[in-house]
């Protein structure tokens, strides 16, 4: 899977910036040297975790040396919140737990982890004030928005796009489900000033991504390499 995610990026560079890596914590070293392989050999962006799906909170300490070493490389982690679809329906939910997706999890992370990048993925109903919180009291921890057409936000979040969060929220897609122009007329249709849409369309992720060491102009992409650093020397 990481290998395709990776040839797709060399097959249509001009659309495609990179692939998150997804793995089963619970492997051990040995997922533990495929997050290595990832982010040294691949180029791959970061480390996704949804932990809803497998069923751990991203919170739990299996996850620790997978964050530490996303530290070491400047690699960011992307962990989803709020209402997930996992076991949606079924008895029991299938077995896993909404608590997995609380924002309570990403404040935890990034008081134990001030050094790691963390994007908190979608909003995060019926947590959102707590994400907002979160947002605003830890300075390592941004926001993206896929999953949701913006005019379904919670009002709350709505709001602090305008003010508080206007420098934190990058657009998210969630495509097939919502393809691109749909989703811009969406945005535009909000009533949000063109100076906060730049931000959230762009000039956040670029932000980011530069102080992540890409260098992302108009014309042209450069990749970071990560290197120094292996798991022999742990």
């Known amino acids: ?33 495929e997050l290595e392989r990832c982010l040294e050999d691949l ?19 299996v ?21 997930t679809g996992w076991g949606e329906g079924l008895p029991g939910g299938r077995g896993f737990y909404l608590e997995d997706c ?12 001030p050094e790691l990048t963390i994007i908190a993925g979608r909003p995060a109903w019926p947590w959102q004030n707590e994400m907002i919180a979160v947002l605003l009291h830890k300075p390592n921890v941004l926001y993206e928005l896929h999953g949701w057409a913006p005019k379904y ?3 709350e979040l709505k709001c602090e796009i305008r003010h508080r969060l206007q420098d934190k929220v990058m657009l998210g897609a969630d495509y097939p489900m919502f393809d691109y122009e749909r989703l811009f007329q969406i945005w535009e249709s909000e009533g949000y000033e063109q ?31 990560r290197v120094g650093f292996s798991l022999n020397s742990r």
């Not at 180029?43 to 300490?61: F, H, N, R, T």
């Open 195 to 225: 100076e906060i849409l730049d931000k959230v369309y762009r000039k956040n992720a670029l932000r980011l991504f530069n102080e992540l060491g890409y260098k992302i102009e108009w014309e042209s992409i450069s990749i970071p390499k």
């Open 63 to 83: 996850f620790y040396p997978f964050y530490e070493l996303c530290v070491e490389v400047n690699a960011p982690v992307s962990i989803c919140v709020g209402y």
């Open 1 to 33: 899977m990481h290998d395709y995610a990776t040839q797709f990026k060399k097959d249509y560079p001009d659309v495609f910036l990179g692939g998150w890596v997804s793995l089963d914590p619970r492997k051990g070293i040995k997922a533990l040297r």
């Open 153 to 155: 936000f919670p009002q």
């Open 102 to 113: 609380h924002p309570r999890h990403v404040d935890k992370i990034a008081s134990k982890f």
């Open 43 to 61: 180029g791959m962006i970061g480390l996704a975790v949804e932990a809803s799906g497998l069923g751990i909170a991203p919170s739990d300490k």
